[in-house]
C-alpha cells in the first residue's frame, strides 16, 4: 500500500513542478526577446565514478588522459571515467547594447553547438542577464509532466487491481 500512494504522491508532485515549470516558461516568454548568440566556448564537466562531477576549465573536446590530467588525476585506467560533459556558453547583446553569456543547463557528450556558431536564445526584457535557450525549456517541462504521469499511471493501476491494499 506504501508503495503505490508513494508512487501516486511522488507522480502528482512531478506533475506539479512539471506545471509550475511550464507557468514559468510562459510568463517567461511573455516578457522576453529572442536574439541570436554566439557560441564562445563549452563549459567541461568530467565524472569519474566515485568521485562525482568534476568542473574542468572552459574549452573544446578532450581525450580521457587530458581531462584525468586537468582535474589532477594520474592517467592509466586507474579511474573510471562515466563521461565527459559540454555545455555550450554564448554570448549575446540585448536591445541595449549590452553583452552578456549564458551556459546552458543541459551539457551532452560532444562540444556541439561548435564554437562560432549561432544559437538563437531568448532573454527577459527586464533582466537582460537571464536567458535560455529554447530547446532546453522543453526538457525542464516535459520529463516532470512525463515521468509524473507514468508514476500516477502505475499507483493509480495498482490500486485499481487491489495490488497496493
Known amino acids: ?3 503505490t500512494w508513494g508512487l501516486i504522491i511522488i507522480g502528482i508532485a512531478l506533475m506539479l513542478l512539471g506545471g509550475y515549470r511550464w507557468q514559468q516558461a510562459q510568463s517567461f516568454a511573455r516578457n522576453s526577446a529572442q536574439v541570436m548568440g554566439e557560441v564562445i566556448n563549452h563549459d567541461r564537466t568530467l565524472h569519474v565514478e566515485g568521485r562525482g562531477p568534476i568542473h574542468l576549465p572552459k574549452g573544446g ?3 580521457e588522459d587530458e581531462a584525468l590530467a586537468m582535474a589532477g588525476l594520474p592517467p592509466g585506467g586507474r579511474f573510471n571515467i562515466e563521461s565527459i560533459q559540454y555545455a555550450p556558453v554564448v554570448r549575446y547583446q540585448d536591445q541595449r547594447d549590452g553583452w552578456h553569456e549564458i551556459i546552458s543547463p543541459l551539457a551532452v557528450p560532444s ?3 561548435a564554437v562560432g556558431e549561432s544559437v538563437a536564445l531568448v532573454y527577459r526584457l527586464d533582466a537582460p ?5 529554447p530547446g532546453t525549456r522543453g526538457w525542464l517541462i516535459g520529463v516532470p509532466l512525463i515521468l509524473g504521469f507514468a508514476l500516477c499511471a502505475v499507483g493509480l493501476r495498482l490500486l485499481l487491481r487491489g ?3
Do not use: D, I, Q
Request: proline share 12%.
Open 1 to 3: 500500500m506504501a508503495l
Open 61 to 63: 573536446r578532450l581525450s
Open 111 to 113: 562540444p556541439t553547438p
Open 129 to 133: 542577464h537571464e536567458a535560455s535557450l
Open 163 to 165: 495490488g497496493g491494499g
